[in-house]
């Protein structure tokens, strides 16, 4: 067996590898095999000696050469005559470990005991001189592991043997030294030691026989006629044809073998035979056979003539020729693989893009040298492809250019939608040209021209015939294909980079007028076409102009917003339709312009804008902000129904509901998160008003209502949105708003301690057999909105309660004067009818109409009464009266009968008792009839803002100049504006108006150009 650090022998040369012969006798061997164990004598304890060159002087060698050859080849009488099996014995037969020598003395001339000196030149062993007489007796020889032995016979000290230019050595050392061999004691047997490393061996002056070069040549001859006849085999069959390689004249093996043997006889050898291999596939691919089948698939096309369906019959039969190519290129490897491997390797690692087939660099290569055989293949049909021959006359394409223009035809044929589109065939010619190396420097600009003559003409013909949507769905369409086209047929990134950039600039850049168009805008917008605004934001994305959308989406908003706050028709719709207009909006936002931050500032800005517009708002003849009153109902409209007086438009959809939750907010789908959602709404368009004193007037009034009826849907809401304000505007506009709630539970308290005064007094008590529940809110007047007295006739108990009460206040609390608002009462009322008893939730004016009736069926069976006797009875004013019977009579709960029937009351009607009225609840509330707020009172609320707010710019003045003593008008009219913008907006006029009464009540005075504070 082998050692572990013997080399493989199929990466080792072989044993002439490095033989020269341009008559260099000098003969270096570096690799040696160990064959055969050490002796037993001397395996036990191995000497350690080494030795670094040998040199033999070889001054007879040739003839002791002939003599070994012919003792040791007793079947072949001629050297040159044996056979690769028997020149190769020596290395891989089995070999004795000794052999008698007879006829060769060898003079050792280096000391080879013990170790090598550190230092010095190395040992060297000389074997010119010969050895003793034929007579004298031979010394018995063992040979090291790493020293090859000589065949079985008459072994020699050196054995030569020739065969096809191969020549091996065996020398016989003596491991111990000196001029004569000598022997180790008892007779055992001497040992090259070697095994510390590699040693040369130096033969001088051995010259090879001539017949031996003749052989060689002869030998190389075969081989090379060998391998023109497999290529000619290989180039007239079709290796698709699945005859493989049975078409080739030799064995595939022997054929590997004989360019190995060429390749291992030098480097000019192998480059020889490289150019030879390239030189016949050059032929081949010129040669009027192959070449006149492919110009005999269609026609040749003069440049006027180019793009016809030609050149795709053309190309089909081009990249036909192209795959069978590949197929003979492929088995040509397998021949050449072992040049490939060993002669090209070095050179290799660059495709036919970067070289020209002779390894000359062409296109940015990095290398000088030959290329691979796959490459030289690829370059070699490239340049057929591209020659003069490929020509079918002077003025003609050639097939290369042919196909290019092919190509591009076929992208055409996919863009106008022709059946005569062939995806594969682009697929698969697309790659071709890249295996060519012609993609970047022919098909890619003639691509690109094309692409952009193409694009400018449809962009020409869409902007003419189509309206802003249809131009941009078809802009997006095309560039949706022509991105997919590249990606599917194999074109290169940075063609699909410079396609979509020329794209961009022929569709969009140069039609951003159209695109960019406020009406054409204008018209998607109130459309809430969505899928359009998301296309036309990503078209502009993708020339960076999408900023430009802005100034449209802004001037949008600014007419639509206008035009709604303007339109007096629909008052009562104009926070609705804002609120809708701002969902659309952020719904765009958000789903079409990707949330970006500049369209929600230029929302805001536009909102701000036509809200506090003096213009807009002066077709309402108010003096301050209508949208400020609206904004006030339309919260307490929701305050008091909740999400029921809401449309379904307004409400959250399910990306909402996601957001919250990532937001760590409540699900909107919660009811009561969802209505503090559309608080929130209410509140933005609160935020964009800037005199906000009118909506806490009519807030306070809508408020108080809420809570004196018990109208509100939600307490917690209430004190939600009454944080929210806080928060918003500061303690001092919320102030007599928490005194509102902070009354309610004191009132709490207040009614408590009456009721127990009453137990207290007992019998004594006017109302102590009454059975009238009695509750009052007793409420500051300075917080609290002020309401008109309404005269009416209570009952005489309920006025007994009232009595009662009113002396139980009076003597708790001292100077103190109440005042009841009769009209802001309600009740709660025991019926019985002919179905079953009810309880009635009514109004105090309500109940007062109702309670006559018992009266009236005590004194006659039918129990009518005229309008006539209500109104005497009651002491109310003919509206209240009309809208107390018409809710009670006409409404949907009728618990009275009005005779004659009919949705108006007159006076002339009369009224009695719904005695079959019935209803599935017991409870059942009755609805009093709301009057609509009329013009005068709606007037008389602005007007009464309106003189708050000059009250308080008057009191700002005072202020300021109290601090500074003396001021300019400029600096002063600033700081005015400063400190009263939070409660609304003030002209610079107004401000000036007002300076001058002060200056009339003596607060400040002129001196000079400037205003001075009178203490």
Partial sequence: MPSNN???????????????????NNITTTHLHH????????AATPTKRRFDDLNINDSNLQQSHHQTVASSSASNTEPNKRSRSELFAASSATHPTTATSTNIHTTMSAKLKGK??????????????????????????????????????PSPSFSSHNNMGRTSQTALLNPKGGGTPSKPPGGGTNYLQTHIGARRLVVKNLRPLSNQIQTDEAHYARIRADLGAALKSVFDHDPSSGRGNQSLSQPMEKLYRGVEDICRRGKKESGELYEWLREQCKKWLNSDEFLKSLLAAAPSLTQQDMGGEEDVILLRAVLAAWKKWVGQLLVVRWIFSYMDRSYLLPGGGNTGAGVDGKGKTTSGGKRDGPTSVNDMGISSFKNAMYSSRSKNGPNMQTIGARVVNAVCVLVMFDRLDDSRFDSQLLRESVAMLRLWGVYGKDLEPKFIKESREYVTKFAEERSESCGLKEYIVACE????????????????????????????????????????????????????????????YQLLKLSGIQKRLKGPWEQYIRKTGAAIVSDTARGDEMIIRMLQLRRALDLMIRDAFSRDEDFTYGLRDAFGFFINDKKVSSSWNTGTSKVGEMIAKHIDMLLRGGLKTLPKTLLSDAKDRQDAERSGIASTADEDAELDRQLDHSLELFRFIQGKDIFEAFYKKDLARRLLMGRSASRDAERNMLAKLKNECGSSFTHNLEIMFKDQELAKDEIASYKNWLAAKGRDSPVANSDLDLSVNVLSAAAWPTYPDVRVLLPQNVLDHITTFDAYYKSKHTGRRLTWKHNLAHCVVKARFDRGPKE???????????????????????????YEQLASATGMPDPELQRTLQSLACGKTRVL?????????????????????TDPKFRVKINQIQLKETKEENKETHERVAQDRQFETQAAIVRIMKSRKKMAHAQLVAEVINQTKQRGAVDAADIKA??????????IEREGGNYVYLA
């Fill in 35 to 42: 064959h055969t164990p050490l002796s037993p004598s001397y």
């Fill in 840 to 866: 009635l939730l009514v109004s105090a004016f309500q109940a007062i109409v109702l309670v006559l009736f018992n009266e009236a069926e005590e004194k006659s069976p039918d129990g009518i009464l005229s």
């Fill in 477 to 536: 369409r095309l560039l949706a294909r022509e991105s997919e086209r590249c990606d599917i047929y194999n074109f290169d990134s940075t063609t699909k980079r410079q396609l979509k950039d020329d794209a961009y600039q022929l569709l969009i850049l140069s039609y951003a007028e159209k695109l960019l168009d406020s009406g054409s805008v204008a018209k998607l917008l109130d459309a809430n076409d969505l899928e359009s605004m998301r296309a036309l």
């Fill in 6 to 24: 013997t080399a493989n022998p199929s990466e080792l040369p072989r044993d002439n590898d490095n033989i020269n012969n341009n008559n260099n």
């Fill in 116 to 153: 090598r000196p550190a230092s010095g030149p190395p040992e060297v062993i000389d074997l010119t001189e010969s050895f003793s007489g034929g007579n004298s007796p031979a010394p018995t020889t063992t040979y090291h592991p790493h020293i090859r032995a000589p065949p079985q016979g």
């Fill in 897 to 917: 009968n009005k005779h004659p029937k009919g949705r108006e009351v007159n006076k002339t009607d009369t009224f009695s008792v719904n005695k079959s009225f």
């Fill in 994 to 1003: 007002n300076i001058e009464k002060l200056i009339e009540k003596d607060y």
